[in-house]
């Protein structure tokens, strides 16, 4: 796991090479490295910096320059055995053991055609000296980032945009889209970036470079085709044995020269990949989180702590607890900078705090459950549209008198939350709408008319966009079952948008690197080819994974309810951070810019205060927002949104 940078073709290309380096220095602190060539009237430079996994020896170095190829490169391929096999076979002699050299050789035997083979996540350039070319490629599912800017006939490319930021003198325009699409998801979907003229390279696909200034672009993978065969093996009969599936992949994830721990909430996926991991390596260390007793009464959290302490007493794991009781007012800016763009998921302080901890005690990769609920419905708003559905044959008037009872209901006291008064008021939001909007409604953070209240009248068009986008990207399908066409829009917008960014900028931001076994080919396939009938089954959701699971675990924990991976945001709100939420609402950059209206503001802070709606987490990406946008728009006139 490393970071990557270079440019093509570009203005004093080396000294923007080092310093996009050096702003990545963070994910790879145990060495640095760069490469010059000529490339048509111009020349390439490609940067690395390293965090070493697998052959720790200088053979694993890079950019890795052999026979005319040089690469660098940043991921970890769990099939580099075999292919290292197959190319050994061919012929190949290698110097070392890093997959890095099987990578590169994989490129030169097959080229493009190679990326669909790689089983892993990965981020790469690889520059061919007869030709002149640079291609980029990224992994199938957008597990590791690439962001790129282009201008004229060149090309500049790092694995954070705030490298890109930092070598352009300020130029860089923040998109109103993007900033639009944050408020709405409170996180910036794969397809769009922070910036007007940065992008990042879509999953799954490869972007060449010549050098008359030509650039092709072309798709090696597509999750669209992937559920589509799925749905056709389900038809046939042919489920897939998704224990096996799973042990396989865990197994995989486990390859490294350094020491492996895993994350473990106490949750089924946690559980389920520790007590897989835990049998192939005895003994293996995990970490759990814990918060202030009176942050989690507050926001009525369950205790997942002793959940987590059970399954690591039940397989022999050497479990680590971190109390989070951060001093946020801290934390915030920090890892507003780290998460490069506006994401509002306090999640993300959770995995930089649990990695900073692994990594101080010398621990380098995390296995971690991500991806598990969004492939198989686990998440309360997959359960909640299924039963949406059936809410909708209730009679009209009895809706509408359930409706404004809910609505009266308080989601607070001065002392405590009241969790099952927020899902109420959260469910009634979307229950009666169309499938589209109520799923997207179940995971946003406003209605389109609460958006256009909060945003400058300038960018209702702008809204209609984002909104129009969500549409066709869940609709861009030819599923017909409910609960997979929820799954496939989540895997192509939430989980490339969200889970998948946070983990690599935080992990990343404490040099630690987090694998995902969930997000892996071969499980990705096995999930859809099982019938959304198998993920939730009557009430039961993710049904299919948990029945998998019960060949390792304990039913209780396969069988209890969800737990959270997230932060007592309503205890913070309401003190740590109330100050600065009033100086956000009252002098902020986004309130004095006319990007946000005040008035919208002061709605949202009177009502979370009286406990009769419950703003938190819309309040704490506010503050993200605020934070990122300071940063965005520091030092420069230019970088104003556009």
Known sequence: MCGIAGTYRWPDGKAVTDRLTDVLAHRGPDGAGRYGHRAGDGEVQLGHRRLS?????????????????????????????????????????????????????????????????????????????????????????????????RRGGGLVFASELKALAAVTGGSLQVDDAALVASLLYYWVPDSRCAFREAEKLPPGSWLRCRPDGRVERGQYWNLRDVAAEGQERARSGELPDLAAVVEESTRQHLLSDVPVATFLSGGLDSSYLTALAARDRPGISAYTIGFRAEDAKFEAMPDDLRYARQVAAQFGVDLHEIEIAPNVLDLLPQMTHHLDEPIGDPAAINTFLICSAAREAGVKVMLSGMGADELFAGYRKHLANVLALRYQRVPRPLRRGLSRAVDRLPVATARRGFRSVRFAKRFLSFADLSEEAAFRRSYTMYDQDELLALVNPDLAGTVEDVLTEHADIYEDNTLDDFVNRMCLGDARMFLPGLNLAYTDRSSMAASTEVRVPYVDVEVVKAAFALPGDRKIAGRQSKAVLKEAATSILPREIAYRPKGLFSAPLRAWMSRDLAPLVREVVNDGVLVSSGILRREALERMVAEDAAGQRDFSKHLWHVLTLEYWYRDATSGSGQRQAA
């Open 53 to 149: 996994i697998i052959d720790l020896s200088e053979t694993g170095a890079q950019p890795m320059v052999s026979g005319g190829l040089a690469l660098t490169y940043n991921g970890e391929l769990y099939n580099a055995p075999e292919l290292r096999a197959e190319l050994e076979a061919g012929g190949v002699r290698f110097r070392g053991t890093s997959d890095t050299e099987v990578l590169l050789e994989a490129w030169r035997r097959w080229g493009t055609d190679c990326l669909p083979r790689l089983r892993g996540m990965f981020a790469f350039g690889v520059f061919d000296e007869r030709t002149g070319e640079l291609v980029l490629a990224r992994d199938q599912l957008g597990i590791k980032p690439l962001f790129l800017l």
